[in-house]
Nanobody, 124 residues
Framework: QVNLVESGGGQVQTGGSLKLSCVASGSIYRINLMGWYRQAPGKQRELVATATSGGRIDYGDSVKGRFTISRNIAQNSVDLQMNEIQLDDSAVYYC??????????????????WGQGTQVTVSS
């Protein structure tokens, strides 16, 4: 089991910046992907940004150009730098990690882990 602990949430005004951090611990074998999702009240959880071990980075359309994800593979951590924050960015932000496991000589399979979430509240 991978444990994810987020930090850095809080209150921020529109146009401001905030940095979220997440560190993975526990039974880590090979984390293939780490990233962030968010969920606002009454809405579905949506992709914010993810980064694979191979260097691929994906952003949700609403944050492109404003948010930057950075991942430290050696430290099993991922940060999210949020700039030009907008009211619609208010949400609970969840850290996500996908680990690839293998039973004996069998095929690899993916296991997803989630953090508890950190609240980001944006005011005008």
């Amino acid at each position: 089991q991978v444990n994810l602990v987020e930090s850095g949430g809080g209150q921020v005004q529109t146009g401001g910046s905030l940095k979220l951090s997440c560190v993975a611990s526990g039974s880590i074998y090979r984390i293939n992907l780490m990233g962030w999702y968010r969920q606002a009240p009454g809405k579905q959880r949506e992709l914010v940004a993810t980064a694979t071990s191979g260097g691929r980075i994906d952003y949700g359309d609403s944050v492109k150009g404003r948010f930057t994800i950075s991942r430290n593979i050696a430290q099993n951590s991922v940060d999210l730098q949020m700039n030009e924050i907008q009211l619609d960015d208010s949400a609970v932000y969840y850290c996500h990690a996908q680990q690839l496991l293998q039973r004996g000589a069998g095929p690899e399979y993916a296991v997803d882990s989630w953090g508890q979430g950190t609240q980001v509240t944006v005011s005008s």
